[in-house]
T-cell receptor
Framework: AQRVTQPEKLLSVFKGAPVELKCNYS??????LFWYVQYSRQRLQLLLR??SRESIKGFTADLNKGETSFHLKKPFAQEEDSAMYYC???????????????????FGQGTILTVHP | KAGVTQTPRYLIKTRGQQVTLSCSPI?????VSWYQQTPGQGLQFLFE???????NKGNFPGRFSGRQFSNSRSEMNVSTLELGDSALYLC??????????????FGSGTQLSVL
């Protein structure tokens, strides 16, 4: 079974402070991990994904297989970063012989980030 | 380009009734997946369709079913509604079922309330 845990339901920081949203996963194989974000009155959207090694809106996330973590970090939080953040996983068992997954994302419970002015 | 469209936006039903929700993916997208979002359970995968075939299914009872049409539009049906089915139902589309490389685009959801 695969599981994603986001231990913090709520996280508050001040503008300009560093922020780290924690994500731990449980999966016996090699997972692919994502962060999704939902801003107020907007749709859920992809923020970044592990395989792209990208930095979006100043956010980065590093996969630590030893600690089974994929924490989301930003050195200087902005007020516009306030949103609900979801960590998500696709397990390698979803891949068929051709290496294509079937879109079965397992989400964490989400963390509401509030950045105060 | 229009985004993922879900109808209706809100729905109120009573226990025992059935309901059908609709999802129109982004033009050209052939993969559609459904998720249930509740405050207690968060986002949970329901099922995923590609080219009219269900490719994957989550851990939901058989009362939850879905289908995809040749134009990639998808419907999900919930029969014999229970109070616990009250949730926001989200639909997401992508070009292909390779979710590790394809970005999922979500709709605004259908808010179902079961009384």
């Amino acid at each position: 079974a695969q599981r994603v845990t986001q231990p913090e339901k709520l996280l508050s920081v001040f503008k300009g402070a560093p922020v780290e949203l924690k994500c731990n996963y449980s999966y016996s194989g090699s997972p692919e991990l994502f962060w999704y974000v939902q801003y107020s009155r907007q749709r859920l959207q992809l923020l970044l994904r592990h395989i792209s090694r990208e930095s979006i809106k100043g956010f980065t996330a590093d996969l630590n297989k030893g600690e089974t973590s994929f924490h989301l970090k930003k050195p200087f939080a902005q007020e516009e970063d306030s949103a609900m953040y979801y960590c998500a996983l696709i397990g390698s068992l979803s891949f068929n012989a051709g290496g294509t997954s079937y879109g079965k994302l397992t989400f964490g419970q989400g963390t509401i980030l509030t950045v105060h002015p | 380009k229009a985004g993922v469209t879900q109808t209706p936006r809100y729905l109120i039903k009573t226990r025992g009734q059935q309901v059908t929700l609709s999802c129109s993916p982004i033009s050209g997208h052939r993969s559609v997946s459904w998720y249930q979002q509740t405050p207690g359970q968060g986002l949970q995968f329901l099922f995923e369709y590609f080219s009219e075939t269900q490719r994957n299914k989550g851990n939901f009872p058989g009362r939850f079913s879905g289908r995809q049409f040749s134009n990639s539009r998808s419907e999900m049906n919930v029969s014999t509604l229970e109070l616990g089915d009250s949730a926001l139902y989200l639909c997401a589309s992508s070009l292909s079922p390779d979710a590790t490389n394809e970005k999922l685009f979500f709709g605004s959801g259908t808010q179902l309330s079961v009384l």
